[in-house]
């Protein structure tokens, strides 16, 4: 189920069952003014209100940090984690909101990939892709970053 239609889903719920509780309502209490029909109204759809703001802050707001691109060498030369080049260009297609694919241009021999992964907060891990044309080798390195303390993995496939 793709985001955008739960979150249309849960606002079409809102818009269509607004008016007729406010209507279904105010006929059992003729006498109440608007403001506590309304105030009702949320009282009786605090779920809904819930996991529509939640549905906001998760597809707006999470990651918070993404800021791990060039601008975060530094704190890699730190760690020890191989650096982004200068000439190395995003994926569009392949990142999504929590993962950065990070690609040297051609020719793609040695360190040729960069893979970002986020969490809530920050970033998870960093994945390093290396390959050796000549023998036809590839590698990749794991980074698992929390709290600023580093494991490292190497994978050879």
Do not use: C
């Not at 739960?6 to 209490?29: C, E, R, T």
């Not at 918070?64 to 994926?91: C, M, S, V």
């Amino acid at each position: 189920m793709s985001g955008h239609y739960f979150f249309f889903g849960i606002l079409m719920i809102f818009l269509i069952s607004m008016p007729i509780f406010l209507i279904w309502d105010w006929n059992k209490n003729r006498e109440a003014t608007l403001k506590e029909l309304f105030k009702n109204y949320w009282k009786n759809n605090r779920v809904y209100l819930g996991i529509f703001l939640g549905f906001i802050i998760s597809e707006f707001f999470i990651p918070l940090n993404t800021n791990h691109g060039f601008e975060f060498n530094t704190e890699r030369e730190k760690l020890g984690i191989p650096e982004l080049k200068d000439d190395w260009k995003i994926d569009e297609a392949q990142s999504k909101k929590s993962t950065t694919y990070w690609w040297k241009p051609e020719p793609r021999n040695g360190h040729f990939k960069k893979v970002i992964e986020y969490g809530v907060l920050n970033a998870k891990t960093e994945t390093d892709y290396y390959q050796n044309k000549i023998k036809k080798e590839l590698l990749h390195g794991l980074y698992l970053i929390s709290e600023m303390k580093l494991s490292s993995i190497l994978l050879r496939n």
